[in-house]
Structures are given as C-alpha cells and as structure tokens.
C-alpha cells in the first residue's frame, strides 16, 4: 500500500521534476548539435584558409630557386659555365648574389648547389660560402636519383636534423636544427639539358606557425601528411619527419569524422601539394564543455527545486497526513493482533467519524469473539486433550509398574522384560504433544513391533527403513506407531497372519517423506473413498467418530503443526494392501530442533 506521502512525491516526480530534466535534457541536446554544427562549419573554413595558405607557401618555396636563378645571370652562369670559371669572371659579383640569395628569406637554414658540368657542390650557411667538393656520386644519393629519373622539377624530403653536406667547417656539429629539405632540378630552358640541383633546407618555423593555427589549446592537434604517409607536421614532435604509425594511420582512415570522442576534420591539397592532406583533430570533451557546465548548472538548480519540493509535501504530509498515519497505524496493530486499540472519537472532521465507527466495530467484533471465537477455541483444547487420552492412557503406566513388581516376585523375568518395554512406551506415548527424533520415533515403533512379536508369534513379517540422514531430525511424536498398530487391527486380529509390512523414510528434496504400507488385505473403491472422506475432513469439522481415530488424529496434528504443506495419503492397490504415505516440510521440522533441546535440558 503506497502512502500518501509516497503519491505526493509521485506526483512531484511526474509533474515537475521529471519534466524539468526532460527540458534540460533536450536543452542540452539541442545546444550540443547548434554548438557542433557551429565548431565544424567554422573549423572547416579554418581548415579550408589554412590549407589554401600552405599551398601558397609550399608554391612559393618551389618556385622561389627558379624565378631567384633565371633572374640572375650570374648565379645561373655558375649552372652555365662551372664553378671555377664563374668565380673567375666575377668572384665578387658571383659571392654578393649567393649571399643575397640565401638571404631573401628568413627560414633558409643551408642551401647547397650541385654543378653538373664539374661535378661540383658547395654551401651556402649563415650567408657564407663554402668550398666547392668534388662528388661523382652525388646523383646517386636516394632522394637525388628519385628526382634525377622523374619528370618532376622538385622534391621535398621531410623534416630531419640539419645534415652538413660537404662536411664544411662553417657548419658547427651543434646545430641539429629540424629542416624540410626541398630539391631543385635545374635545366637549360630551351635546350632542356640538365645542368644541376640547388637544394635548401628551412626550418619548421613558418609553415609551423601556418598549422598551429588551426590548434585550439591542449583540446586539438594538427598533422600534415605527405602523399607517402610520412608526418611533415605534428604537434607530437616525436612524429615529424617519421612515417605515420599503423595504428594512427588505421584510426585516421576508419573514421574521417567522428573517432571515439574525438572529432576529425581533414582537407586534400592540391598543386604542388598534391596527395597531402591537412587533420584536424578536436576532443569533444572540450568541444562540449560549455554545453555541459550550462547542463550541469540546471541539474544543479532543478535539485534544489527537487529538494525544496520534499520541504513542502513534508509540510504538507506533517499537517494533513498526520491523522491518517495515526489511523493507519492502529488498523496495523488490529491486524497484528492487538483487539484493545484505543480510538479518539472526540473529533469533529472526517478522521474522527472514522475513528468513532471503527471503535464501534472493534467493540462489536470483542463482543463476537468473546461470544464465538474464544468458545470454539476452548472446545478444539478439549477435543485434543480426548485425542490425547486415547493415545496416552496414563493409568496404565502405574498399573503395569505393579504388575511387573508381581512378575518378579513369581520368578517371570520374561513377562517382567515385556512390562519393562510396554512401560517404556508409555512413557513416551506422554510426549503426544511434543517434538521427538526421527530416531527416537522408529525405537518407539520397534519396541512395540518388538511386543508385538510376542504376542503373534515369530511368524510376524516386518520390515523398518529409515535413512540415517534424517535421524536427528525432529518430528511430532506418535505419526508412525499407530499406524503399525493400524496394521495389527486390520490382519493379524482379522486373522490375516501372512502379511507383511514396512516402515520407509528418507528426504525427498525439501520434504521428509515416510510410508507404511502392508500386502494385507486392502479396501474397496467405495470403502477408500469413505475413509478419505472421514480422515480428510477438516480438524474439529463434520461429525466426530472413533472409527479410524488414529489415522485423522495423525493428520489433524500435522495440519496444525505444519498447515497446507504437509501432506497425508492413504491408499489401496486395487483391493491388495493398504499404504499411508506423509510428507512434512523440512525447513519447518530444522526450526524445532532448538525446543527439542530445550525441552531435553
């Protein structure tokens, strides 16, 4: 039964908490696809500007040797004619225009000049030039070769540390500076022959400074990839210059979008970057972190608007609900037994007619049990207490004590032995009311099989099966022996002195189960109905006959111990025997064990 409390808060859930998560919830929703689609749109013409501007640069890095060169004539005459001869005709000139060239611009770390005719190189560092080298194999250097044999006038190494080139003294060993390296082949324009290379390192600074512009603190990175899926920017610097590791590479391909919780952008370039590709990367995290602390805040305020909710159905249930809970409360205690509540009639509001009505009613009901309820009551006790008698004839145990006192005075050991065991029954048929052993419940049966053997002789046939499991278990005392004595009734004593019976116990899942049964004579159909009928009527209900007493007391007793869930089945096999089959729930007999001790004690 929900209370009113209960419902209020219901109701406060339902009409004004619930819904006002549900607004934050699609607030936030909201907010989050505005604030992504607002972050993409942006980020992609960010993107767009930026790799337009890398394009421009990379172009102009390209270019810049060809326009510097062919609009020298005495730089492309070192190409033309030789180092030595160039130098010859105007060394100052010649050394005043490679100056100027490597100092045009500022990220211009080393440039080095290859000329074909001499087999010659030389460089250019800080501005000051170094001595020419023979080298025969220069055009067999890996990237010099790949741009020897293409049809490309320009190559483009990634980032590295500076490598001294003709081992010259004006390159300090200290310098590791990273540099991008771009070749330069060189040709005669009409005769298209090929007369070198020029081949300038820079640093990382400029078109670095071009990336990072697309990073938004900690929360996103960049990377510029080559064609090759070599790193040519990143701001993991342990990448640049390196390949792209697999994974990164299976990461960036798998999802160009949406990665986890990460957001990709990426942008192809074109011209003279064709094949690299531009990334963006943006956590999510950081992305929504606005949308979420405006979130988090509603939360915050609708708790509070929650909490102060609970302050007023509190209020409210404290004034109003109050007489109702008291009200309930001894509807309670009426239920859990107690028939002398007291009820104040003295109010005028609605609690008060109840009150008033229901003392009535508890007055009329007392009435009634003391009338109806408390009589039945005293006249099951009696009917028991007769069970009782039948089975437990007290003035038998003095009598057989005198009896047996007279057999050993007349030298009758053996009729004192059989009194000693009939004695030893009764004492314990006392126990009609009480809990016994399993154990001591089957000596009990054996005992009077045992005197039973006396007096019908060796002849009689008997069997006792009980598992040892359930030895200690408790049970009611006198469930077995009357119906052993059922059997004496029924065949010897009618005569039937070939019959044999057997006494079977054992645990069946949660269940103590035990039967008797014989191959005496049995019932017919009519005849077994009747007695299902008599014994299975409810305790002290229908008329009362002492015909097969001891089978409906058994049954009537484990009823009141154990209710429905024991069971007690008689049967006969067309005709041919008769069985009693019981069943007692386990758990409810282990709960016994401890009276059973306390009653030993």
């Known amino acids: 039964m929900k209370s009113i409390q209960s419902r209020l808060l219901i109701m406060l859930l339902i009409f004004i908490v619930l819904p006002y998560f549900l607004s934050v919830f699609f607030i936030y929703t909201y907010t989050k696809n505005s604030v ?15 790799a337009d501007e890398l394009e421009q640069y990379f172009d102009d890095m390209i270019d810049y040797p060809y326009i510097f060169l062919y609009r020298n004539p005495d730089l492309f005459r070192i190409f033309n004619n030789g180092f030595e001869d160039s130098i010859y005709f105007s060394p100052m000139t010649m050394e005043k225009s490679l100056e100027t060239f490597y100092l045009m611009r500022n990220e211009f770390r080393q440039i080095r000049f290859y000329i074909a005719k001499n087999n010659e190189s030389f460089t250019v560092y800080n501005a000051v030039i170094s001595t020419h080298r023979y080298q025969p194999n220069f055009l067999k250097q890996d990237p010099i070769k790949q741009l020897y044999t293409s ?21 300090p060993k200290s310098d590791k500076t990273m540099v991008m390296t771009f070749h330069h082949k060189i040709t005669d324009v009409l005769s298209k022959k090929f007369l070198g290379m020029i081949t300038i390192d820079i640093d990382l600074g400029e078109y670095a400074r071009i990336c990072n512009n697309l990073v938004q603190g900690e929360a996103s990175s960049v990377l510029l990839i080559d064609s090759a899926d070599r790193v040519m920017y990143a701001n993991d610097r342990a ?25 990709l952008l990426s942008k192809e370039l074109s011209g003279s970057l064709n094949g690299w590709e531009l990334i963006k990367i943006m956590s999510s ?3 929504y972190e606005d949308v979420r602390k405006t979130a988090y805040t509603n939360i915050l305020v609708g708790i509070g608007v929650g909490i ?82 039948q089975i437990n004839p007290h003035f038998l145990f003095n009598a057989l004590q005198s009896i047996g006192a007279v057999a050993l005075r007349s030298n009758a050991p053996k009729v004192y032995q059989l009194l000693t065991s009939l004695s030893k029954m009764m004492r314990y048929s006392m126990k009609a009311d009480q809990w016994v052993r399993v154990r001591d419940e089957a000596e009990y049966t054996k005992a009077y099989l045992s005197l039973q053997t006396e007096r019908f002789g060796e002849n009689i046939s008997y069997s006792v099966n009980i598992d040892e499991s359930i030895l200690d278990m408790t049970i009611p005392s006198m469930i077995l022996q009357p119906l052993a004595e059922n059997f004496f009734k029924h065949t010897y ?49 229908g008329t009362y006959s002492h015909e097969h007493i001891g089978l409906k007391n058994i049954r009537d007793r484990l009823l009141l111990e154990y209710g429905p869930s024991a069971e007690m089945k008689v049967d006969s096999n067309d005709g041919q025997g008769f069985s009693v089959s019981m069943r007692i729930p386990i758990k409810t007999v282990l709960g016994n064990d401890k009276d059973l001790l306390q009653e030993r004690r």
């Open 239 to 263: 990448l640049i210059g390196k390949p792209l590791p697999a994974d990164e590479k299976q990461r960036l391909n798998g999802n160009r979008s949406r990665h986890d919780d990460d957001i």
């Open 151 to 171: 049809d490309s006038q320009y190559l483009i190494e990634p980032p590295h540390p500076l490598e001294n080139y003709n081992n010259a003294a004006i390159v």
């Open 493 to 541: 004593e009618e005569g039937y002195s070939n019959a044999h019976l057997s006494i079977d116990g054992e645990k069946q899942g949660n269940d103590l189960c035990f039967t008797v049964e014989n191959d005496g004579p049995g019932l017919t159909e009519e005849e077994l109905q009747t007695l299902r009928e008599h014994i299975y009527t409810p305790p002290y209900e």
């Open 36 to 50: 992504e689609k607002y972050e993409l749109e942006n980020s992609q013409e960010q993107l767009q500007k930026n």
């Open 285 to 287: 995290q950081a992305l």
């Open 308 to 389: 102060l909710g609970l302050l007023m159905i509190g209020i409210i249930s404290n004034r109003i609900t109050r007489p109702i809970t008291r009200l309930s409360s001894k509807v309670r205690s009426i239920e859990g037994g107690n028939m002398n509540v007291p009820f104040d009639d003295t109010k005028s509001d609605e609690i008060g007619h109840l009150e008033s009505h229901m003392k009535d009613m508890m007055n009329r009901i007392n009435s009634h049990i003391d009338r109806e309820y408390k009589l039945e009551i005293e006249n099951r006790k009696n009917q028991f207490r007769a069970l009782k008698s």
